[in-house]
């Protein structure tokens, strides 16, 4: 069984930083995607970046592509989202999961089997 726990979320004016950081506990392959997943209210919850933990490039959502940064810590199964300039828009409960398998080109929900509990970021 494979834990996520996400954190660093908080309250920002626009313009602003975050980090993100999400951790996995518990036993976990050395190769899958990591992903950073969004949701607000009324709203289904749509993919933000990915990262696999071996080699490929990071993939972005067009509307964070320039703004965030996902990066990984293999050895200590962490994954972390930077992000810078934000928006209102951006404001959204931020999810991280994890897939036992390569990312896809075009992440999707259904495709991560874990799950974090969430962290709040708000922009004002």
């Known amino acids: 069984h494979v834990q996520l726990v996400e954190s660093g979320g908080g309250s920002v004016q626009s313009g602003g930083s975050l980090r993100l950081s999400c951790a996995a506990a518990?036993?976990?392959?050395?190769?899958?995607?990591l992903g950073w997943f969004r949701q607000v209210p009324g709203m289904g919850r749509e993919a933000v970046a990915a990262?696999?933990?071996?080699?490929?490039?990071?993939l972005y959502a067009d509307s964070v592509l320039g703004r965030f940064t996902i990066s990984k810590d293999n050895a200590r199964k962490t994954v972390y989202l930077q992000m810078n300039r934000l928006e209102p828009e951006d404001t959204a409960i931020y999810y991280c999961a994890a897939r036992l398998l390569r990312c896809r080109t075009v992440p999707v929900r259904r495709d991560f089997e874990y799950w974090g509990q969430g962290t709040q970021v708000t922009v004002s």
């Open positions: 518990g036993y976990i392959s050395k190769y899958y995607c």
């Open positions: 990262i696999y933990t071996g080699l490929g490039r990071p």
